[in-house]
């Protein structure tokens, strides 16, 4: 039997709102990295994940990203997806 199809939707701490969809895929959390280039330039990179874990392991890799591309600074942030109706 196919998965029924849902909206989610994660809310980061600075209001931003990003919801996908319809998806039928176990996604529990939505992640962001906003790097600062330099220059005042920024650049967002995003996923969604089947856990917290699988979604905070990301930073690991960002740190290195970081450290590869030199980049002035990052945020990472993690929120948790919410069932939406779309």
């Known amino acids: 039997m196919a998965r029924r199809k849902r909206y989610l939707t994660a809310t980061m701490s600075d209001g931003y709102v990003k919801t996908i969809g319809p998806t039928s895929s176990p996604f529990t959390h939505y992640w962001r990295i906003v790097a600062r280039l330099g220059g005042g330039r920024?650049?967002?990179?995003?996923?969604h994940a089947r856990s917290l874990r699988e979604a905070t392991?990301?930073?690991a890799a960002t740190k290195e990203a970081a450290r590869q591309r030199g980049w002035e600074?990052?945020?990472?942030?993690?929120?948790?997806?919410?069932e939406t109706s779309g």
């Open 42 to 47: 920024t650049e967002v990179f995003w996923g």
């Open 57 to 59: 392991g990301k930073e």
């Open 73 to 82: 600074g990052y945020v990472f942030e993690v929120a948790e997806l919410v």
